[in-house]
C-alpha cells in the first residue's frame, strides 16, 4: 500500500501563494498519474489538477488554470501543487490521489489512494 502525506496548506490573504507537497511512502509514485482534488465545506471533492507519471502532461480544472502549477519529484516520491493568484473561492481542504480508479482523471473514482489534505484558507 501507499500513505500520502500532504502538507503546505494554511491562511493566506487574496492574491496571495502557497506551495502544497504531496508526499508518498510505503510505494514509489514513479510512473503513476497522480491528482490534486478539493473539497469545500458542504461540497463534493472537485478536480484541480492531475499529472503524468513522468511529469510531462498536465491538465487542469478551468477554475485555476493559468493560477495553480502541478508537478513532481519522482526521486523523492513528491507532488506538488502551486497556487498563486489564490482568491476566497479557492478555501478548501486539498487532497493529493494516486490514479488507480476506473474512472476519468478529473473525477474522484479515478484514483485509489489519497492522503488526508491539507487545509487552504483564503481571506478577503
Known amino acids: 500500500q501507499v500513505q500520502l502525506v500532504e502538507s503546505g496548506g494554511g491562511l493566506v490573504q487574496a492574491g496571495g501563494s502557497l506551495l502544497l507537497s504531496c508526499t508518498a511512502s510505503?510505494?514509489?509514485?514513479?510512473?503513476?498519474?497522480m491528482g490534486w482534488f478539493r473539497q469545500a465545506p458542504g461540497k463534493e471533492r472537485d478536480f484541480v489538477a492531475a499529472?503524468?507519471?513522468?511529469?510531462?502532461?498536465?491538465d487542469y480544472a478551468d477554475s485555476v488554470k493559468g493560477r495553480f502549477t502541478i508537478s513532481r519529484d519522482n526521486a523523492k516520491n513528491t507532488v506538488y501543487l502551486q497556487m498563486t493568484s489564490l482568491k476566497p473561492e479557492d478555501t478548501a481542504v486539498y487532497y493529493c490521489?494516486?490514479?488507480?480508479?476506473?474512472?476519468?482523471?478529473?473525477?474522484?473514482?479515478?484514483?485509489?489512494?489519497w492522503g488526508q489534505g491539507t487545509q487552504v484558507t483564503v481571506s478577503s
Open positions: 490521489g494516486r490514479r488507480g480508479g476506473s474512472g476519468k482523471h478529473f473525477t474522484v473514482l479515478g484514483y485509489d489512494y
Open positions: 510505503g510505494r514509489t509514485i514513479s510512473g503513476y498519474r
Open positions: 499529472i503524468s507519471g513522468s511529469g510531462t502532461i498536465s
